[in-house]
């Protein structure tokens, strides 16, 4: 069963998307909010928090909670710092996989599978493991996608190269400016041309976004690298719009997301734009950066492209890799790991 806040949370979100609270209008109060719904203030809190972690809402001193989003994306938010300090949260909690944890998966997966982990994997990934993730997303991420649409490769940097190969050369890549510096060179060595699009308060520059001649918009919505933005609702929905608008595709870097302070994951790109978006992701902080594994999740549409132009390349992570990262998923670990980080992080945060 749901918890109360995340009810809570969906009821106020969805009046802020109904257009029932007008941008920069001031929300109900924390008070006003537990009296309506007959919630304790500590369960409204939580939801309040959630809504401002994404950009629904902005909290202001002594003045209570404003509406954050826009449906055309222009939001009033604080100018970023040049080279923003990491909070305390991130700088001091380690979101490694416990090794003992870990070492159990690895001894239930040598005791249960025997000799079939000397298998060759299938191309796209072992079933298992695409059928883990397909139930990890549609669980706690808001992402209802097939196995069949999951590809199993070793790091970003590789399941950039198989974009490439997808999506093609002809037009070129937007890129956040600044942004990982491998993004950039995987695409450029492939023969890609990058438009290097500056960043503003809460993402990519709205006028820089529009004049863009690109056909593919490669983003980092949750603490880019190395500016530390997170993208509000307003702007996820301005790079949806984007896409929509020129028939082109997002590819949602989501490397950071699942580590937050927030009880709960950020909202996902592809949860609102399934047809538009390539969602990659890796185990490097959630896991640890010794395991070569991520994984992306493309459109249904693009299943066809992805099978002519890249189908037939090999999986490049071990089997024996895939089939612990399916029993952490499988068991819950992974999950409860994801928790305890979260409950760590706020504990820090204060």
């Known amino acids: 069963m749901e918890a109360a806040y995340l009810k809570l949370y969906r009821e106020l979100k969805q009046q802020i998307l109904s257009g029932n609270y007008a941008c920069g209008e001031r929300f109900m109060s924390k008070r006003a909010a537990a009296e309506e719904y007959g919630l304790s203030l500590v369960t409204v809190q939580h939801a309040y928090e959630i809504l401002c972690d994404e950009g629904w809402l902005t909290a202001r001193e002594r003045s209570g909670f404003f509406v954050a989003y826009s449906a055309e994306g222009g939001v009033s938010v604080p100018r970023i710092p040049e080279t923003p300090d990491p909070s305390p949260a991130e700088e001091r909690v380690d979101s490694g996989l416990p090794f003992g944890i870990y070492s159990r998966a690895v001894r239930t997966v040598l005791n249960t599978r025997g000799e079939s982990i ?32 999951i590809v199993i490769g070793s790091g970003a940097e590789y399941l950039y190269s198989i974009i490439v190969r997808i999506l093609g050369t002809e037009k070129p890549y937007a ?32 006028d820089a976004l529009a004049s863009s001649d690109a056909g593919v918009l490669h983003v980092t919505p949750f603490h880019s690298w190395p500016t530390g933005v997170t993208a509000g609702a307003s702007k996820r929905r301005e790079y949806v719009s984007w896409a929509r608008q020129r028939q082109g595709y997002l590819v949602e870097d989501d490397f950071d997301s699942e580590l937050s302070a927030s009880s709960k994951a950020a909202d996902t790109l592809y949860s609102q734009a399934p047809d538009r978006v390539i969602h990659i992701n890796t185990f490097t902080r959630t896991v640890s950066p010794a395991l070569r594994a991520g994984y992306m999740v493309l459109p ?19 089997v024996t890799e895939q089939l612990v990262l399916a029993e952490l998923l499988r068991s819950g670990e992974f999950a409860r790991h994801l928790r305890r980080v979260r409950r760590k992080m706020r504990a820090v945060k204060g």
């Open 300 to 318: 249904a549409s693009l299943l066809g492209v992805y099978q002519e132009r890249a189908g037939f390349l090999s999986c490049s992570v071990p």
């Open 118 to 149: 000397m298998e060759k994997s299938p191309n796209k990934g072992c079933t298992e493991l695409r059928e883990a993730l397909s139930a990890y997303l549609a669980a706690l991420r808001g992402m209802s996608v097939s196995p069949a649409q």
């Open 175 to 206: 890129l956040e400016s600044p942004s990982y510096d491998a993004i950039r060179l995987v695409y450029e060595s492939a023969g890609v041309t990058c438009r290097m699009l500056p960043m503003g308060p809460g993402g990519i520059r709205s």
